[in-house]
């Protein structure tokens, strides 16, 4: 039997090339029971950046006592040397002190992690979606002072395990406050999930309504309810241009009983190659590391595409 | 946590109602390993359509010794009874001494299984496709002449495990050979699930253009490779209104190392009603047959919302 690649089969309205942004080893890795050690991150890194991903966010320098599974920031930047450096090795920054620690390690392109439903602001940053803003305003601007570029996550943007599903207009509002600060790019989160096309169309729309253009939009898509690949092929049908995905499907999505996490960048590419979209990475590559990572964390990969051609 | 549904957000150029046509107790049970008891299937059935599934194929009149999974025919529709008859319960037959077994016991819906490429057809009909579509022709004439309605799956729409890719032309022959028996429906089958959604605006235009229009096809994609829904919401965009799927996804790729098989039902009705689409069947109800399912055969159903769910 022969391994049979999809066919390429150009589509209107397609475009001819979009950027994955690697979000694996932050949030993939994050989202993982287990610590993995720090070479192996660094290894997990470089075989990404082989394998053709160009943007990958390496880690979080948020205090270990909150996210254990990314305490080593500074060790892992050290051992990445210059493989860790630029605007397109992004890293999240959750307040001024993560900010200060990743400038002291020459860090050119952070993240900052807002929320757009004022429960999880709460839970994840313990104050308000306002109090939040302000709190993440000092951050922007230094960061652009300091020439860095500034992408925005806004997570709970569709759906929220306490509040429910959530207004557009809110998810626009949080949005809105965030690129007021100066931010380079949003990451529209559906942390859990739960939202399917139409959905992600009507937010989109309102955003461009709002002056938010595509070109400043980048989609995270969870696959616990299946919908990722559906949604993030309707926001590049919509004219969004930079996706979010994480090699082999990791990191579980930490509000629901699912092994599924973000978006399997295998799957991704497999749907790119189909539709004749360039992105530069190459899925065999991509396969034999989710396989080795596999083994690292002691779990399956739940990518639907490793699964068919691990071992190939 | 409360359990967040789906907003349901409209969109243009989707239809008001779609026909899901469940195949989990045919193509899903004839692709599991183990062989389940008559009165659970008959049991799995009653759950389906108690569920609101309205189409639910049954079974296959097929040699036992072909498929010892569904040796059991018409036991199965001994213990159905009324629950088992009429248009909306298919079974499938693969000739003519399948059909005389199935008019036996009264069916009235009949689905034959063709191939669009020579190798498949060899391999599971034992002859060419010409001689397949001759095998096929006194299936059709004599099922119409019973006033049977008739559906013709074409397995291999997209890629053939032993020929790569396939030909568009090639598969719009396949078809019209078959629909020119007199057949009521299609339904183009992406057999080992290596699709992506511009091939799939291909293969329906160039069907649109040989004169067999949407009203007339169903689809039946495989989530080997992740593209399942993606590819049936595409589908459903270019007019289609029959879409395959089998409940908690079962039915594992017999072309493939994965477990994955058939695209889920709760996974697209998860998507049909976050898009306002009606469809008639009822979520928890089907979460709760699969996680009842997963049990009788040992293996937790690959369905993404019943994992997220089960449980709930």
New interface residues.
């Given amino acids: 039997?022969?391994r049979?690649?999809?066919?390429?089969?150009?589509?209107t309205g397609?475009p001819d090339r979009v950027t994955i942004y690697e979000v694996g080893p932050r949030d993939g890795l994050q989202n993982e029971k287990s610590v993995v050690p720090t070479p192996v991150k660094a290894e997990f890194v470089r075989r990404l950046l082989a394998a053709g991903l160009g943007t990958v966010e390496l880690t979080s320098f948020v205090p270990q006592r909150w996210v254990p599974q990314l305490g080593d920031a500074e060790e892992l930047l050290d051992l990445l040397g210059e493989d860790g450096v630029g605007q397109q090795r992004p890293v999240l920054v959750p307040n001024e002190r993560g900010l200060d620690r990743a400038l002291e390690k020459g860090v050119t392109s952070v993240a900052i992690f807002g929320s757009a439903t004022e429960t999880f602001a709460q839970k994840n940053l313990n104050r308000s979606v306002a109090e939040s803003v302000e709190m993440f305003a000092p951050v922007v601007k230094r960061s652009l002072d300091a020439g860095a570029w500034v992408r925005a996550y806004v997570s709970m943007c569709?759906?929220?395990?306490?509040e429910?599903?959530?207004p557009v207009e809110q998810v626009v509002d949080a949005c809105s406050r965030l690129m007021d600060l100066g931010c380079d790019q949003l990451s529209l989160g559906d942390t859990?999930?739960?939202?399917?096309?139409?959905?992600v169309?009507?937010l989109l729309d309102a955003l461009d309504e709002a002056g938010i253009g595509m070109e400043q939009v980048a989609v995270h898509f969870h696959?616990?309810?299946?919908?990722a690949?559906?949604n993030t092929?309707t926001a590049i049908r919509r004219g969004v241009r930079v996706v979010d995905a994480s090699t082999g499907g990791l990191g579980g999505?930490p509000?629901?009983?699912?092994?599924?996490g973000n978006l399997?960048t295998e799957?991704l590419v497999?749907?790119l190659?189909?539709?004749?979209i360039e992105h530069g990475a190459d899925l065999d590559a991509l396969v034999a590391t989710s396989t080795w990572m596999a083994e690292q964390l002691g779990r399956p990969a739940p990518?639907?595409?490793v699964?068919?051609l691990?071992?190939d």
């Fill in positions: 039997m022969t049979t690649l999809p066919m390429t089969e150009p589509t397609m569709f759906g929220d395990p306490w429910g599903p959530v859990i999930g739960v939202g399917t096309s139409g959905h169309l009507r696959d616990t309810y299946g919908q690949l559906a092929l999505c509000y629901a009983r699912s092994a599924t399997a799957d497999w749907a190659d189909g539709l004749g990518s639907r595409v699964t068919a691990a071992g």
